[in-house]
């Protein structure tokens, strides 16, 4: 039987109308936050050009078990074809978009010191996790965590920074969740296997973790091939999590499987 996944289609341009306001009374550079090269007529922090390119990535359906791309009309059971028989260690998965245009330039200065888009990454964050069907089943955010080399070449953990600004009556934001092996930086085009082989085994727990039996969402600025979220799953579920989603800026790598 096929049936249609949840219809996301406009709910991104219907949330930018409702909040381009409030975000104004955080945001107000006189240029784009993102470009910097035009001037800001709406309040919001970026450009028409940057708020087109925006809507035209976070509109699309996707598959909320995978977070890539998909047709209703080819979806069956709420799952799509590209990921039916992939091995997927967590729970459902919500993206506020596609990485392209500028929610990929957002994404990547993001985490190269520009840690003043963090009011609009947040924004993003919130509204996609406000379509997610599991918001009221969270007891932690875990951002994925950087190894303590790269955290501190970098001065802090973009994940960390989303997480920490998330709108939610109860849960809690918990590090508790460490990267214990320095990865390679992953290459777009590295392949699913150097992928998931260059992160096994990264990721540990600290000791006296409150994961037991409880409920988690992952939180990441870009989803490839799944891979580091499929491990820090793996090892939050070995450690007794009951359930873990994710929660991501972006998703890339469509066609990979
Ligand atoms: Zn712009
Ligand atoms: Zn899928």
């Known amino acids: 039987m096929i049936t ?3 219809r996301t289609s406009n709910w991104f341009a219907r949330a930018v109308s409702d909040t381009v306001g409030g975000l104004g009374q955080l945001l107000w550079p006189a240029k784009c936050v993102n470009c910097g090269r035009h001037s800001v007529e709406r309040g919001s922090g970026l450009c028409d050009d940057c708020w087109d390119g925006l809507i035209s990535v976070c509109s699309a359906d996707y598959c909320r078990r995978c977070g890539r791309d998909v047709s209703p009309y080819v ?3 709420g799952v799509c074809l590209s990921c039916r028989g992939e091995e997927i260690h967590f729970d459902g998965i919500v993206r506020a978009g596609r990485y392209a245009e500028s929610l990929q330039d957002m994404v990547k200065a993001f985490k ?8 609009i990454m947040v924004w993003l964050a919130d509204t996609a996790l406000e379509t997610s069907t599991f918001f009221q089943d969270i007891d932690f955010f875990v951002p994925v965590p950087l190894h303590w080399r790269k955290r501190l070449r970098r001065g802090y953990n973009h994940s960390y920074l989303v997480a920490i600004g998330l709108k939610h009556p109860t849960a809690k934001v918990n590090t508790d969740l460490v990267r214990i092996r ?4 992953q290459p777009t085009m590295m392949t699913v296997t150097a992928r998931a082989k260059n992160v096994a085994g990264a990721f540990a727990v600290r000791y006296r973790h409150p994961f037991a039996g409880r409920r988690i969402c992952l939180v990441d600025d870009i989803k490839t091939t799944g891979a580091t979220l ?3 799953a793996k090892t939050l579920k070995e450690e007794g999590a009951s359930k873990v989603f994710a929660l991501v800026l972006s998703v890339a790598g469509q066609n990979m499987m």
Request: charge should be negative.
């Open 75 to 77: 979806a069956r059971e």
């Open 230 to 232: 499929n491990e820090c």
């Open 112 to 119: 190269n010191d520009k840690t003043e888009l963090d009011s």
């Open 182 to 185: 320095n990865t390679k930086e």
């Open 4 to 6: 249609t996944p949840n």
